[in-house]
């Protein structure tokens, strides 16, 4: 059990002076951080501007800048536990990555998305996610109209039931 590895989800914000024609050799180089530790990357995220919610700081040359916007991309591998704080200490090292997060995760499928129903519309059957969805979307049997006459037998009936 001493081998094996797990699996780590790693959010990072780059400067937002880079050109965003180096945002995949950027990437690729921090890729590279991870998979020099012996790390198998799953799945990388391109990374996209955002605004950010708060002002974030880092020291450039010396000089102290405030960022209120970022690209922020995500990279998901697998690596043993060992390697994580030096993976830590890579990204620390990064000029371009102005914050970032090194997290330990578990497998997940990303969720299903389906196309919007018009109102009114049900759900099929086999969408339905859990076996109380599927009971509730199940058409019912439809009853037969009604007709005037035959309402009104049915209070009378029940009227002469409640006297």
Do not use: C, W
């Not at 012996?38 to 919610?53: C, D, F, H, M, T």
């Not at 010396?62 to 993976?87: C, D, H, V, W």
């Amino acid at each position: 059990m001493e081998n094996e590895t797990k699996l780590y989800e790693i959010g990072y914000l780059l400067l937002p002076m880079l050109a965003e024609e180096t945002l995949a050799a950027e990437v690729a180089t921090l890729r590279a951080l991870v998979e020099k530790h012996g790390g198998v990357v799953q799945s990388a995220e391109l990374p996209k501007s955002r605004q950010l919610a708060y002002t974030v700081g880092k020291k450039i040359a010396n000089k102290r800048s405030e960022f209120n916007q970022a690209y922020f991309g995500t990279m998901l591998f697998r690596a043993l536990p060992e390697a994580a704080p030096a993976i830590k200490s890579d990204f620390d090292k990064q000029d371009n990555v102005l914050r970032f997060m090194l997290i330990e995760t578990v497998p997940y499928e990303a969720p299903v998305r389906r196309a919007p129903r018009e109102e009114g519309e049900a759900a099929p059957v086999e969408a339905a996610a859990t076996p109380v969805e599927r009971a509730l979307v199940e058409e019912k049997p439809a009853k037969e109209a009604l007709t005037s006459e035959d309402i009104d037998k049915e209070v009378e009936g029940l009227i002469a039931k409640a006297e």
